[in-house]
């Protein structure tokens, strides 16, 4: 168990450092179709973490505490996943008509504190990080991140139930359906913080296939005021689309000397269909 919060923990926070580097590992969870037109349907779920997305490259996504929001707005943990030495598979049940929206939401720690003259280091949970810190620990310091992966999939027709925010760490609120998208169309979304509208946060969207373009294709956007993005979609494909806040510290930037420092970290899989 200690083994999985640490590889999850430094993946969440290589990723808050790195988002958006060209050569980053980034985590992923994609579905087998993003609309499924069945009276019994099912979807599959992929996860892994890669260098070429979507590509299964280098290690599975841990993805213990999955959830499955259903289009009344229910929210269940998802079936136990399957986790290969590539990639993580779990099929999930669409009992309901309408958008699923599938999330998983991890809280890492990584930090040090000294012990006499000897330093210290833990990565792992908040809680156990805490437990471990003993009684007149000195110089302790810890990095908290909040990472949200999370992808849609819809069963015979779109709906909007599942897309309200949870308020809590950063997510992105699609304002229209995220399985009804149309190159050339427009998406408009809302990056929440715990809640509020997050203006000025930067984000990308990078298409799958990277190994074939042998470029990234990374596109930036910046949300308003408002916390809103108006999106031109481009070519069809599965794209992904990642945040983080506060940005990343400029290469070069002394570290800093607080002693708790929080981040947060969303990504999305978002698939953009033919005119």
Do not use: C
Not at 147 to 162: L, M, P, Y
């Amino acid at each position: 168990m200690q083994t999985n919060l640490i590889k999850h923990g430094v993946l969440a926070l290589i990723l808050a450092a790195t988002a958006g580097a060209a050569s980053a590992h980034r985590p992923w969870m994609v579905p087998t179709s993003t609309m499924v037109e069945s009276k019994n349907a099912w979807v599959t779920i992929d996860g892994a973490v890669s260098e070429g997305l979507f590509d299964v490259d280098h290690m599975p996504l841990r993805m213990n505490g999955l959830s499955v929001t259903a289009p009344d707005g229910t929210t269940a943990p998802a079936p136990e996943a399957v986790m290969g030495k590539m990639r993580t598979s779990v099929d999930i049940p669409l009992p309901q008509d309408g958008t699923y929206r599938i999330a998983l939401v991890s809280t890492n720690v990584m930090g040090s504190y000294k012990v006499g003259n000897e330093v210290k280091r833990f990565r792992g949970s908040e809680a156990d990080f805490n437990k471990q810190v003993p009684a007149g620990a000195t110089e302790v310091k810890k990095t908290i991140t909040v990472q949200r992966i999370e992808t849609f999939v819809s069963a015979n027709k779109t709906s909007d139930g599942a897309l309200k925010p949870t308020n809590a760490g950063l997510e992105m609120i699609p304002l229209s359906n995220p399985n009804d998208l149309r190159s050339g169309e427009t998406l408009r979304v809302r990056f929440l913080l715990d809640g509020k509208p997050l203006p000025k946060l930067d984000f990308s969207m990078v298409p799958g296939g990277v190994r074939y373009r042998g470029v990234l294709g990374e596109v930036r956007h910046t949300t308003d005021a408002n916390g809103e993005a108006t999106i031109k979609l481009p070519a069809p494909n599965m794209y992904w689309v990642n945040a983080v806040y506060p940005p990343a510290p400029a290469k070069g930037a002394p570290p800093s000397d607080a002693p708790e420092t929080r981040r947060s970290a969303y990504t999305g899989s978002l698939e953009i269909l033919p005119e």
